[in-house]
């Protein structure tokens, strides 16, 4: 019987500690995705004020069109 008790608080020990060690890896996956979301965020935010930028300093309709269209196509 004493043998018994002694294998199941191993057991139990050793759940324990894999649990312990698959929570730390779920919080520097969550680290990771974070900042490469962040990171793509603030690329986001560049894009679009870029994006402002160049349809500001159009002159008219037409050039704006003529560098949407180079800018899509590549002629």
């Known amino acids: 019987m004493v043998s018994e008790q002694k294998i199941s ?15 730390l890896a779920v919080g520097n996956s969550r680290f990771g995705i974070g900042i490469i979301l962040a990171m793509a965020g603030f690329v986001g935010i560049w894009g679009c004020l870029c994006l402002v930028n160049g349809v500001v300093q ?8 003529r560098g949407i269209f180079t800018a899509f196509t590549g002629i």
């Open 58 to 65: 159009t002159q008219n309709i037409q050039e704006l069109a």
């Open 9 to 23: 608080k191993e057991q139990v020990a050793t759940f324990a500690d894999t649990v312990e060690i698959t929570e």
